[in-house]
Nanobody
Framework: VQLQASGGGLVQAGGSLRLSCAAS????????VAWFRQAPGKEREFVAA????????SYAGSVKGRFTITRDKVKNTMYLQMNSLKPEDTAVYYC????????????????????WGQGTLVTVSS
């Protein structure tokens, strides 16, 4: 599976962006897909995840209520709608996929995701 992330850019605080992650090479039929991010000087952290086959989602507390993860089965693409952006959301955002339906308690573990996109930079100015 190859993942291609896009949609990053520069936005003012309070604005919105939608990230996309297109998959090629295999369909996501029984996968779990997620977004992680890494801010300058910090470790990579979990943002959101969704099981491809269902509607189970998980969000980091810092983005819950502002970000929404979705997937389009026809386009084999996942999205991250980011609203009410804050300067602390500035980071490189990575999409990731695991070739299994992860249990809810495992959705945030980056070590369980075997496929990663190249990252897309989101910069939120104050």
């Amino acid at each position: 599976v190859q993942l291609q992330a896009s949609g990053g850019g520069l936005v003012q605080a309070g604005g919105s962006l939608r990230l996309s992650c297109a998959a090629s090479g295999r369909t996501f039929s029984s996968y779990t897909v997620a977004w992680f991010r890494q801010a300058p000087g910090k470790e990579r952290e979990f943002v959101a995840a969704i099981r491809w086959s269902g509607t189970t989602t998980s969000y980091a507390g810092s983005v819950k209520g502002r970000f929404t993860i979705t997937r389009d089965k026809v386009k084999n693409t996942m999205y991250l709608q980011m609203n009410s952006l804050k300067p602390e959301d500035t980071a490189v955002y990575y999409c990731a996929a695991a070739a299994v339906n992860l249990v809810l308690s495992a959705l945030r573990d980056e070590h369980l995701y075997g496929y990663w996109g190249q990252g897309t930079l989101v910069t939120v100015s104050s």
